[in-house]
């Protein structure tokens, strides 16, 4: 046989397959970690609203005691007015 033939059945059958395999893995893994970039930006800004929403949520919860505490107040009528 001739170097000609053994050198290019070499790159043919073993260093191709193996560079395709390089690029195709390279764009999955990158095509996915976009995916996961945006559902972590979604999840961030989910948990910025709840945080922000339970400062509200813990005044209510304060206020909804109060009342039981004091059922005959008449300032109790005006504390959900803002």
């Not at 970039?37 to 999840?43: A, E, P």
């Not at 609203?49 to 005959?72: M, S, V």
């Amino acid at each position: 046989m001739n170097t000609k033939t053994i050198l290019l059945k070499l790159i043919c059958f073993s260093i191709l397959p193996i560079l395709a395999l390089l690029i195709v893995n390279f764009l999955i893994k990158r095509h996915f970690n976009k995916k996961f970039n945006l559902n972590k930006r979604k999840t961030i800004n989910r948990k910025s609203f709840i945080d922000g929403n339970t400062r509200y949520n813990k005044k209510k919860f304060n206020r909804n005691k109060y009342r039981l505490k004091n059922l005959n107040r008449k300032k109790i009528k005006n504390l959900d007015s803002k």
